[in-house]
């Protein structure tokens, strides 16, 4: 007799799922990204008040079904805003001037539940919901260095490369969304 899995789940991060969260990205940071950095990071110390009923913001988690129960498997995150000017060339916080940004961030999937569809999941959602609340455009940057990322986000549904900002120190490759690729 086979056992059929329940599909991964996911939704809206709950404050019971925080504590969870907090580990899975600082253990993400340490592992993959080169450490934790508060310019960069500061919303991982601050999750309760960055995302949790923050107009314009929404963090998601995908739970899979695990041997005790429901396992966190990833996240992703978006937020008001384009990338930082402090990282960028003028010319790309010129782009975003005057417009109603969202930025997709923090997805992050742990290693063991790669190349299942959680990574793809969580940000086909993360863009919906930032289109569905009205930003015009959605952005995102990514790290090519890690393993996979710019394949990902290269081969997402109307990912479309804006600046490819490598040797910068985090090796980063900005993409806007285009919103007719992710209607249902």
């Not at 961030?105 to 290693?111: F, G, L, N, Q, S």
């Not at 790669?114 to 990514?142: K, S």
Request: proline share 10%; with cysteine.
């Amino acid at each position: 007799m086979t056992i059929a899995l329940a599909p991964p789940v996911v939704r809206a991060a709950q404050r019971e799922d925080l504590p969870g969260v907090s580990r899975h990205m600082r253990a993400m940071l340490e592992r993959e990204l080169g450490g934790y950095d508060p310019r960069l990071h500061a919303d991982v110390d601050d999750l309760a008040g960055t995302y949790l009923g923050a107009p314009g913001t929404r963090l998601l988690v995908c739970l899979v079904e695990g041997p005790d129960g429901p396992a966190l498997a990833g996240t992703a995150s978006v937020r008001a805003g384009g990338p930082k000017p402090q990282f960028v060339p003028s010319w790309l916080t010129d782009r975003y001037a005057g417009r109603r940004v969202g930025q997709i961030c923090r997805v992050w999937v742990d290693p063991e539940h790669r190349r299942l569809g959680v990574g793809r999941m969580l940000a086909v959602e993360a863009a919906r919901w930032a289109l569905a609340d009205g930003y015009d455009p959605v952005c995102l940057h990514t790290n090519a260095a890690v393993p996979g990322a710019l394949a990902f986000w290269t081969s997402f549904p109307g990912a479309t490369l804006v600046h490819d900002a490598r040797p910068d120190p985090w090796s980063t490759v900005h993409f806007e969304i285009d919103p007719s690729a992710l209607t249902p």
